[in-house]
């Protein structure tokens, strides 16, 4: 191409008179110092190009340069006509990305509007609950030996395909709807850059033709009742957001959604349990609340769940939770960095109708001095601090003198610890929870938290704005708390859990292989027959369970109901009453699965065993405090 005449040929054709009535100016080539001006150093590039090309760019550059000012002019206008447009004819709803319905309609959106025609999608792993169930659908995760691939079955999790950023049409219900995710407006951004945050930080803008929003609302209406059906056999868990979170989300963030646990998996003495079923039920009815303020009473209801560790205080908050559909939000007053203007804040931010669960509230130190008697000395944040300090004296005093242990004695002496700790009835608890701290009154294991009994009493108590919700703390030592903390209107209703009794003994039973219709079979024989004989010889029973073919026999083949009673009673009866607690039992008919009779065979081994674990774990406790009085 002769790039000369075509520099000759442009100006011809836009050819401007100037003001002056000199030689008329070019709009494609704009004067030199202009572009000087625009463009740095570009008389010496230009300069240097012509002298390599022999051909003067400025032409070039001129028509750049007016593309782009005529683009950018045009992009105002369009982004001026349309919010004119938007502000006469549309209306619109914003959406905060931590707000439960942020996450709700990108639901919604993915499922309903076609994301696989879309040309722009996000595409997001899923993790949690409810991609094990879209696994569990698949099945399709076991290796050719029968045995579970974690790759093949995470390789098979599905992503979750949602709009992603900027606008998107949707039509729904013959409407017209236009939504957009945008990033949050620039100062949250300077603020997360500020302070090193990195999450995702979005808006979503939802726009209907017209001069009201309702069209939006009632679109909303419908996400949200989608979801919550969708919702309704799950239980949603909240904890505290974490604090480099907190600024932008809100106190509280969802960590886990699970089914629903069904009531009657927890076995518990029938009346306690229809009765807090009916006070709980009592107290959330709508009328509830007006009877509450007649009264001058705060509408609040507390309930505190005590008992040894395995016996069901958890699993009977989540059935609750399950069977009023309220989110689970719990706090863990262990947390060190967790301070009482953050517990206020967490309490004050809660929804109307939840539970709170403060799991071991013992362990968490907010008890009376019993020592020295001072019923106002807390061995935690300020009211402990003096506390603290003398404790922390006492513990270099005593590290001063510690002699160098060998490891065996060392490992002996902790487990002792913690068990005395724990005061546990078992040393084999199945119970999967992330073992606690306890509290003994006269140590400072809660160093680290800033929590003092009075904070919490002030964010239990609180402000009205968390009227409504109930409050589950759980414990093992009732009698290590605080009478303030547990005394009527912060503590309504006690319930105890107990070790277990032949009822719930044979409830037990009953409950595990009443539903054992979906145990995974091995598929390869040969495996079986391994797996099969190594479980026979793990377990001490060679006695001819497993069949020919290696295949652990499948006893609940053709079991009827009554036959599952009686053995029930039968495993009950060799099981001595008040001594093993659910957890322990449910621990030992797991490892037979689709074996009930083994599990009745081998039940007074097991107890034989288990006992002798207890007393050989009481000893070394006894031994491990003998130690530690001679220091
Ligand atoms: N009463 C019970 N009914 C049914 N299952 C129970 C019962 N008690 C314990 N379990 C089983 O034992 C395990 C531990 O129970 P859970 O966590 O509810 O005990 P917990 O009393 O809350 O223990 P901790 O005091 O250690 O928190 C769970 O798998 C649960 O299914």
Not at 34 to 41: D, T
Not at 244 to 258: E, H, L, N, V, Y
């Amino acid at each position: 191409m002769d790039f000369r005449r075509l520099a000759k040929a442009l100006p011809a054709t836009t050819n401007l008179p100037q003001p002056n009535g000199t030689e008329p100016l070019a709009l494609s080539d704009l004067p030199p110092n202009l572009l000087e001006a625009l463009i740095p150093g570009y008389g010496v590039i230009s300069r240097y190009l012509t002298a390599i090309l022999g051909v003067d760019i400025s032409i070039f550059v001129s028509v750049g340069l007016i593309v782009l000012a005529l683009t950018k002019a045009g992009q105002f206008l369009a982004q001026r006509g349309e919010e004119a447009f938007r502000a006469v004819f549309m209306s619109s709803v914003f959406i905060d990305e931590h707000d439960d319905l942020f996450d709700m309609v990108m639901g919604w959106l993915s499922e309903h509007q076609g994301s696989a025609s879309r040309r722009s999608v996000r595409a997001k792993t899923q993790h949690g609950s409810k991609a094990d169930g879209q696994l569990e659908e698949s099945g399709d995760a076991l290796d050719d030996r029968g045995m579970f691939d974690y790759n093949k079955w995470s390789a098979r999790t599905p992503p979750r395909f949602e709009p992603y950023y900027g606008r998107h049409m949707l039509w729904y219900k013959g409407r017209f709807f236009l939504f957009r995710r945008s990033q949050r407006p620039s100062i949250g951004q300077r603020l997360q850059v500020q302070f090193g945050s990195q999450q995702d930080d979005d808006v979503l803008q939802l726009d209907c033709i017209g001069r009201s929003t309702e069209p939006i609302r009632d679109l909303l209406r419908t996400i949200k009742i989608w979801s919550l059906n969708r919702l309704r056999n799950t239980t949603t868990i909240r904890h505290p957001t974490p604090k480099d979170r907190a600024r932008f989300g809100g106190a509280w963030s969802k960590t886990s959604s699970r089914p629903s646990r069904p009531m009657e998996t927890v076995i518990l003495d029938t009346e306690q349990k229809a009765g807090v079923i009916k006070d709980m039920n009592e107290y959330l009815h709508p009328s509830s609340p007006k009877w509450y303020a007649t009264r001058g009473i705060p509408y609040r209801r507390g309930y505190l769940f005590h008992g040894p560790p395995g016996t069901g205080k958890t699993s009977l908050s989540f059935a609750l939770a399950g069977i009023f559909g309220l989110e689970i939000f719990a706090i863990s007053l262990q947390e060190p960095t967790l301070t009482e203007g953050d517990l206020m804040q967490l309490f004050n931010s809660l929804p109307r109708r939840c539970i709170v669960l403060l799991e071991d509230v013992d362990a968490a130190g907010l008890v009376r001095d019993v020592q020295s008697g001072k019923s106002d000395k807390f061995k935690r944040g300020k009211d402990g601090k003096e506390a603290k300090k003398d404790d922390e004296k006492a513990d270099e005093s005593k590290g001063a003198k510690e002699k160098p242990k060998k490891e065996e004695e060392y490992t002996l002496k902790d487990l002792a610890k913690e068990l005395k700790a724990l005061n546990a009835p078992t040393s084999n608890s199945s119970d999967s929870k992330p073992k606690k701290r306890t509290n003994n009154n006269n140590s400072n294991d809660n160093s680290g938290s800033g929590i003092s009994l009075s904070g919490l009493l002030n964010a239990i108590d609180g402000v009205a704005t968390h009227e409504g919700r109930v409050l589950i703390m759980t414990t093992n030592h009732p009698e290590k708390l605080d009478a303030a903390l547990v005394r009527p209107g912060r503590v309504d209703r006690r319930v105890g859990f107990k070790l277990a009794m032949k009822e719930q003994i044979s409830e037990l039973f009953i409950r595990m292989y009443a539903a054992s219709d979906q145990i995974p079979e091995t598929i390869d024989p040969s495996l079986n027959h391994t797996l099969a004989n190594g479980h026979a010889k793990a377990n001490g029973h060679t006695n001819g369970k497993p069949v020919a073919n290696g295949h652990p026999e499948n006893q609940l083949a053709g079991m009827s109901e009554k036959n599952l009673e009686e053995l029930a009673l039968e495993f009950a009866g060799h099981i001595p009453d008040d001594t093993f607690t659910p957890a322990e039992i449910q621990n030992h008919l797991m490892r037979y699965k689709k074996e009930p009779r083994t599990a009745v065979e081998l039940a007074e081994k097991w107890v034989t065993e288990l006992l002798k674990e207890k007393e050989d774990s009481a000893r070394a406790e006894d031994q491990a405090e003998g130690e530690d009085e001679e220091e």
